[in-house]
C-alpha cells in the first residue's frame, strides 16, 4: 500500500505501528511530504491531507481536527518580549512556513478587528517543513505558527508556550483519501477504517 501523508503525519507512527502488527501482510510504503499530490496519477493507495478535499475523483472521510497555536520559547520571550494583540508580531521574528504546492506564505490564524490592517509578518525564516519551525523556535530564534500535535510534548514540558490563543481559534481538519471505486480493495478498506477509529483523539 503506497500512502502519502503530510510532514505532521510523522507523529501518527505509532498507531500506524499497531495497524501494521493487526495486517502485518499488508506491505506498507510511507511518502511524507507537504505538496499536493495527484493521488491517482502518482499511483498513492490512500493520503491523509488536511483542508476540505476538492477532487471529485477522490472518496474521503474526515478522521479529526486539532488546533494551531502560535509559540515561542519562554528564553525568546524573555528577552522580545510576550505579543498581547496581533499587531504587537510585527516587532518580532517569524518562521514562516512556505506551502510547496504553491509557493505561498503561510497565512497565520490570527483574527483582527475590520479597521485593524492587514498584518505583515517580519521574516526571520522560511522553510517548506515543520522540523526547522519546530528547531529553531525551542532554540529560541523565534515564533512560529504550528499544528498542536506536532508541539504537544514541547508544551507540555514548558520548551515552548503558545501566546495570543483569545485571537486564535482556528483549527486544521484532517481527511483520509482514496480512489473512488465501486470495488474498493480489503487493503484499503481496512487502513481507512483504522484511521478513521483510532488517529484521533491524538
Same mark, same amino acid.
Given at each position: 500500500?503506497?500512502?502519502?501523508?503530510?510532514?505532521?503525519? @510523522?507523529?501518527?507512527?505509532?498507531?500506524?505501528? #499497531?495497524?501494521?502488527?493487526?495486517?502485518?501482510?499488508i506491505e506498507l510504503d510511507f511518502d511524507y511530504?507537504?505538496?499536493?499530490?495527484?493521488?491517482? /496519477?502518482?499511483?498513492?493507495?490512500?493520503?491523509?491531507?488536511?483542508?476540505?478535499?476538492?477532487?471529485?475523483?477522490?472518496?474521503?472521510?474526515?478522521?479529526?481536527?486539532?488546533?494551531? $497555536?502560535?509559540?515561542?520559547?519562554?528564553?525568546?520571550?524573555?528577552?522580545?518580549? *510576550?505579543?498581547?494583540?496581533?499587531?504587537?508580531?510585527?516587532?518580532?521574528?517569524?518562521?514562516?512556513?512556505?506551502?510547496?504546492? @504553491?509557493?505561498?506564505?503561510? @497565512?497565520?490564524?490570527?483574527t483582527r478587528t475590520t479597521d485593524m490592517p492587514?498584518? /505583515?509578518?517580519?521574516?526571520?525564516? $522560511? @522553510?517548506? #517543513?515543520?522540523?526547522?519551525?519546530?528547531?529553531?523556535?525551542?532554540?529560541?530564534?523565534?515564533?512560529?505558527?504550528?499544528?498542536?500535535?506536532?508541539?504537544?510534548?514541547?508544551?507540555?514540558?514548558?520548551?515552548?508556550?503558545?501566546?495570543?490563543? /483569545?485571537?486564535?481559534? /482556528?483549527?486544521? *481538519?484532517?481527511?483520509?483519501?482514496?480512489?473512488?471505486?465501486?470495488?474498493?480493495?480489503?487493503?484499503?478498506?481496512?487502513? $481507512?477504517?483504522?484511521?478513521?477509529?483510532?488517529?484521533?483523539?491524538?
Open positions: 500500500m503506497r500512502i502519502s501523508l503530510p510532514s505532521v503525519g @510523522t507523529l501518527f507512527m505509532p498507531k500506524l505501528a #499497531t495497524f501494521k502488527r493487526l495486517y502485518p501482510d511530504s507537504d505538496r499536493l499530490v495527484d493521488v491517482i /496519477e502518482e499511483g498513492f493507495d490512500a493520503v491523509i491531507r488536511t483542508g476540505e478535499p476538492s477532487d471529485s475523483r477522490l472518496m474521503s472521510r474526515r478522521l479529526g481536527s486539532c488546533r494551531r $497555536v502560535i509559540v515561542g520559547a519562554p528564553s525568546y520571550f524573555s528577552q522580545a518580549g *510576550v505579543p498581547h494583540e496581533p499587531a504587537d508580531l510585527t516587532r518580532h521574528g517569524c518562521l514562516l512556513y512556505r506551502f510547496p504546492s @504553491t509557493g505561498k506564505l503561510d @497565512t497565520w490564524p490570527v492587514a498584518i /505583515e509578518l517580519p521574516i526571520s525564516m $522560511v @522553510t517548506n #517543513t515543520l522540523d526547522p519551525q519546530v528547531c529553531f523556535a525551542e532554540q529560541g530564534l523565534g515564533i512560529a505558527c504550528l499544528p498542536e500535535i506536532a508541539v504537544r510534548q514541547q508544551l507540555q514540558d514548558g520548551k515552548l508556550i503558545t501566546v495570543l490563543d /483569545e485571537y486564535n481559534h /482556528e483549527s486544521m *481538519v484532517f481527511h483520509v483519501l482514496w480512489p473512488s471505486s465501486r470495488h474498493l480493495s480489503p487493503k484499503i478498506r481496512a487502513f $481507512v477504517d483504522f484511521v478513521a477509529e483510532n488517529l484521533f483523539p491524538f
